[in-house]
């Protein structure tokens, strides 16, 4: 990866759920950051089976479909289901529909209303940073090799799955069927694209461990 790379930390999980979406137009003015600071990521990352929870934002993209975005790293890899069907978790987020709710086509637009339940294929170094690059279809030198196993049924967004069927081929998935991640402390540049497929680059607005901070709050750029 392009950037530099400094500040960065090891977080190894290989089991991942990737959650896309775009919130109502006003949120940022409403201090969404902060919520997601103060709020949302310390929740998450206290509910059992999730090993690391990270909010992301989409600084530049190609054909994103989406605004912003969740890394859900897994303990293990039979952890989807407990998580996904959290008593306290189904609570919290028909709190946060009901106080944020999702923007552009929502919340049936593909991008809100499902999940992607993702393994690691290969990483030369399990890492975290305050920025990330992500391209759909595609491999990035030096990152994250990550595969779709399913596309996940949001029962917040979408109501209850038909038939209980939560858990969807992975031929059901919006953005693609696989995607290459790396960080870089420093904004890396934009992916190259393959095909049509998304490619994007994301500031952390919140984690567990955010050790670029240095006085600042992510989201505040550097001068």
Request: hydrophobic share 40%; with cysteine; charged share 20%.
């Amino acid at each position: 990866m392009v950037g530099k790379e400094v500040a960065l930390i090891n977080v190894d999980y290989t089991t991942m759920i990737l959650l896309t979406y775009t919130p109502g137009v006003e949120v940022e003015a409403l201090g969404y950051a902060d919520w997601l600071r103060d709020t949302d990521n310390p929740f998450f990352n206290a509910i059992p089976g999730i090993a690391h929870y990270s909010n992301w934002k989409v600084l530049e993209s190609a054909k994103s479909p989406f605004s912003h975005f969740d890394l859900l790293g897994l303990e293990t890899s039979d952890a989807a289901e407990q998580v996904w069907f959290n008593k306290d978790l189904d609570v919290f987020r028909d709190g946060w529909v009901a106080k944020w709710g999702y923007g552009g086509d929502a919340p049936r637009s593909p991008a809100n209303g499902y999940g992607l339940l993702m393994r690691r294929d290969k990483c030369a170094t399990p890492t975290f940073g305050r920025y990330a690059a992500l391209a759909f279809n595609c491999v990035l030198p030096g990152g994250a090799f990550w595969i779709v196993e399913a596309a996940l049924h949001k029962h917040w967004a979408l109501g209850p799955a038909p038939n209980d069927a939560w858990r969807l081929p992975v031929a059901t998935s919006p953005l693609g069927l696989s995607f290459g991640l790396g960080f870089t402390e420093g904004i890396p540049p934009l992916p190259a694209r393959r095909g049509g497929s998304p490619a994007l680059v994301g500031e952390c607005i919140a984690a567990p461990h955010m050790p670029w901070r240095s006085g600042k709050r992510p989201g505040e750029m550097n001068p």
